[in-house]
């Protein structure tokens, strides 16, 4: 492996905790992220001796906090290849953040009978807010569906985007691990007259990304999926779409002048920030990307496809058969999240079994109800990897199984 | 420390690898109502046959984990033959079982006190009782008595 | 004083600050409280040893983040006196709380014509987003102007509220201080039939509240402001007026179901908290009021005003008619924000002067426009009180404002 | 550390204690246009009057304090009798002045380069250079050059 990970495991207070006599084997990420330490000083730092609201004061900690805020804002949008900060606006988070598109953007530009394209394996959060406004307005949903090797089934691509307005797609899949090929996806959008949503809350923790060389119209993410603090999200659009948007939620900083008539609206990014904005929690995420800057996003993606490798391996010597995988069975375009089943065990009683010796994995439809319905199943367990996990932790995965299926076996003895 | 025999009791796992009363009754007569899970997607369904107070058949159907479908089949053996009243009176003191946790992170609120249950008796529904030391695996508990319920309740106000 | 302001200050590490070698003297609570150690511990602690997402893993420490999430959520709902925690969802802040009610409950209850009631000391964040719902759906808004002393004036009361679909009002002015008496508000709007929102952004923090008590239907507030962290607030409604409102935000925890076609709503409160939530930022509310709950709101209360009163004395007899308070000159329904005003000098250059000295007060609109023109005036500063602040921070007050007034006189020497 | 003195010289005091150019124009012909700072509240108001891409004259109003009034009295005494081309000079040679944390508080994009404006002369507007110390009141010192720039614009795209 090339990252050190006992040096990076060392900066996470949380996976050096035992639990039932087990050392603890976090593989959970793609729920949420471990912090490392520096994001819990920096945040701690400034609540001990900057901390004030911000675009408010005159005074000095008034003014350090805005500027570190907005540093902070800075320095997301060029982790994620932004022209500008004012194309960058704070959200909680990004279901936040597509619901802001879907709310603004879309109750603008999409009338009854308008199509947004979304794919099979969307999360909730890229799904309902086109669900509600099909509700209010009447637009159409189209899904490009997925192939056998739970890759998206691009065979009648043209055709399903022909005439539809927007693609809202992911650049990585929370079930899958499968990776999208977003300045592909653009390209055909584009022809087809569409504007393009990227979801990157699973790609902008464990890849390289670059909303402008995807040459998308918006993208969003999260910060506690990198290492962030919860609470805090972002939502990147083009600045002349951002301008055109009318603004989503009403209130203090979103605001030029407010009368008993009326009501103008701030520059933009601040038109879509209504209220005071998750402060601590943009100055924790900027740590959270120096972090991960540190490493480099390279070496981060280097390090989970190898360790994806080895697990996907590992998991077909010890069960073969026996335990399904839902995702790609190649690393090419793949990210480090590893569903699984035994065909005869439901996923919460192996993630229970799990438990009893320390390894966290994830049980459920993972916020992606209509995937399991096209998979056919209720729920996988999921063991998702990061830049602090190592074979070691997929060993302690492994060997957790070896128990689970022995003690659910039709006959246990 | 609860371990997972406290969990998977040798009856739970029975009621799990062979669930009584599985299958379909047709819809009318029977009543069918779909319970979910929206944290785990497991799903519950129901056919009741309701006639003159008394709860004639109970078939069950869905997918989900060992607990939900042994709690499922458990259900469905304990009121089968019994009268609304009597069905609704066990699902109360199985609520109060599981209600110690599930208050707290449910907010559902059990009405039921020790007092008016105390002649319930659950049978092999105790076992379910290591449940409550496994907070988040309460709602797989208590799925098919919520479902059971509101199936009832349409029954009912169907009337 | 009844309250040992020095123990108290000694948990705030920010207060312990120099500047410009003055020790600082924070007034900007009103804008954003301080936080004292424990919250910063809490907050800390949960991320080094029970950090997960919420409500989806069956592995232990996800247990233990679900729990105490959610007995954070009993913390708050129990802090302002709700029946149950399922009255209490989880927002960004207040702003994002009045934003909730406007689109869910105002889309679904209001058309055009219906009248909303506001007063003229209302924060933006109780304007904007009725202004949005007028401009959208040509609602009317009506305002209860405030008199002489800076207190509503309720002469017309029952004339404004006629008809009314509902009355939106601030339990406590973040400009003047007003306390508003929020139950006999209530019954007066009952009485015409209106529901009734609470802006309790600024009252929660200051004074014991108790949403039964007050009757009302909807309440808002934001952690920050009561020593708790950035990125949090929450919406207190009745149980019956949540079921009937149809979703916010759509994406994952605030579902049941998902489909293809559609998608069915969770139980209250989650139904409105799409996404991941503020978890961290929660156990930090959470730890924050057991702060002020540890010292007693009653007391809390009773040394602000005290200490308001001993404030507007000195002001009083420092400056006399030179400087005009804008605010209730008794201390009865009052809380601690004293807003004043040099008339020929602006208050941006009171508060740089001040600055100079450590003292941060506020200067600007306080995102309350509209009262500013009712009182024809672009800006006041704004000294706001709480529980750390002591005599000695008035004096310094006092002190800077003898200086900028110095500065400032047209004929300086 | 920078004192009160870096902010508030003398200069600024004399403009803002006695603004020049202070009054109204008839609209029209003159041309009016209103600036706010929607963080403090401070509000400009501009007349305009441009004939033959000359600004005759410039009448200033509005409220705020002593740096953005004191910086908008010096703006209307730098363009008045310039021609447009030769205020916007000034401006982007002020806002030059004013970028290093504009651009960074602000994200405004200040596309001025040291060489373009080598030989602007600010005169007495050099004396808001020390604004530059405090950033939060730089936009209280570029408030009347954004609405002089915004009035500027106005004017040409109307005819
Ligand atoms: C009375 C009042 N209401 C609402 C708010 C808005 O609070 P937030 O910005 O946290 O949403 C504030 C504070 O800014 C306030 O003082
Ligand atoms: C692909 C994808 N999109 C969106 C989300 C939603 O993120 P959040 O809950 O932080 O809004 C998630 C994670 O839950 C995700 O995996």
Same mark, same amino acid.
Request: proline content about 9%.
């Given at each position: 492996m090339s990252l050190d990970i006992a040096r990076i495991r060392?900066?996470? !207070?949380?996976?050096a905790q035992e639990h039932n006599g087990h050392r603890l084997v976090y593989l959970d990420s793609a729920s949420s992220a471990q912090k490392p330490q520096s994001v819990m000083h920096a945040m701690d730092e400034f609540m001990e001796h900057s901390y004030a609201n911000v675009? =408010? @004061?005159?005074y000095a900690i008034a003014e350090a906090a805005t500027a570190r805020f907005e540093a902070a804002r800075a320095t997301v949008a060029g982790f994620i290849g932004a =022209? #500008?900060?004012? #194309?960058l606006a704070f959200t909680r988070n990004a279901t936040e953040a597509i619901n802001l598109v879907a709310h603004s953007w879309g109750r603008t530009n999409l009338a009854a009978g308008d199509v947004v394209v979304l794919t099979e394996m969307e999360h909730h959060a890229n799904i309902v807010p086109w669900h509600m406004l099909a509700a209010e307005r009447g637009i159409e949903l189209r899904w490009i569906p997925i192939d056998a090797e739970y890759r998206?089934?691009?065979?009648n691509l043209d055709e399903t985007l022909s005439g539809a307005k927007l693609l809202a797609v992911t650049?990585?899949?929370?079930?899958?691990g499968t990776v999208n090929d977003i300045p592909m996806l653009v390209r055909a959008a584009r022809s087809a007259g569409a504007h393009v949503l990227v979801d990157a809350s699973q790609a902008a923790p464990h890849l390289p990304i670059d909303v402008q060389a995807w040459d998308a119209d918006f993208a969003v993410l999260t910060a506690h999926k990198m290492l962030g603090p919860s609470g805090i999200g972002a939502l990147w659009a083009r600045r002349e779409l951002l301008e055109a948007m009318p603004p989503f939620l009403g209130g203090g900083?979103? %605001?030029r002048d407010v009368r008993k008539d009326g009501f103008t609206t701030n520059d933009v990014?601040?038109?879509?920030?209504? @209220?005071?904005?998750?402060i601590t929690e943009a100055i924790g995420w900027g740590a959270a990307i120096d972090y991960l800057q540190g490493i480099g996003m390279d070496a981060v993606h280097e390090h989970e496809v190898e360790l994806t490798r080895y697990a996907l391996d590992a998991l077909d010597a010890e069960f073969g058969e026996r335990l399904t995988i839902? @995702? !790609?069975?190649?690393?090419?375009? =793949? @990210?480090g999240v590893i569903s699984f089943l035994f !065909?005869? %065990?439901h996923a919460h009683d192996v993630s229970q079994v799990l438990d009893e010796e320390a390894v966290c994995v994830r049980a459920g439809h993972h916020c992606a109800k209509p995937l399991m319905r096209v998979l056919q199943i209720p729920a996988t367990s999921r063991a998702s990897l990061y830049l602090y996990n190592d074979t070691d932790d997929v060993d302690a995965l492994i060997v957790g199984l070896t128990h689970a299926e022995k003690f659910f076996a039709v006959d246990p003895t | 420390m609860a371990g997972l025999e406290d969990l998977y009791r040798e009856i739970i796992l029975d009621h799990y690898r062979a669930p009584r009363n599985r299958g379909e009754l047709e819809v009318p007569p029977a009543h069918q109502v779909e319970g979910f899970?929206?944290?785990?997607?497991d799903e519950v369904i129901l056919y009741l046959d309701v006639e003159n107070g008394m709860v004639s058949d109970v078939k069950i159907a869905g997918q989900g984990c060992s607990i939900s479908q042994a709690s499922t089949s458990m259900m469905s053996a304990a009121v089968k033959g019994r009268s609304v009243a009597e069905a609704r009176t066990i699902t109360r003191a199985f609520k109060a079982l599981m209600s110690i946790h599930e208050s707290k992170i449910g907010?559902?609120?059990?009405?039921?006190?020790a007092d008016d249950l105390a002649g319930v008796r659950l049978g092999d529904l105790e076992?379910?009782?290591?449940?409550?030391?496994f907070p988040v695996r309460i709602k797989c508990a208590t799925l098919a008595w919520n479902t059971l319920v509101q199936g009832l309740d349409e029954i009912e106000s169907s009337h």
């Open positions: 060392a900066d996470f !207070p949380l996976l675009h =408010r @004061g005159v =022209r #500008e900060s004012a #194309e998206l089934d691009l065979t650049a990585m899949s929370n079930v899958l900083e979103m %605001i990014p601040w038109k879509f920030e209504a @209220g005071t904005p998750a839902y @995702g !790609p069975s190649t690393t090419d375009a =793949r @990210g !065909p005869a %065990i | 899970n929206p944290l785990c997607g907010g559902d609120d059990v009405d039921a006190t076992a379910l009782q290591g449940v409550v030391k």
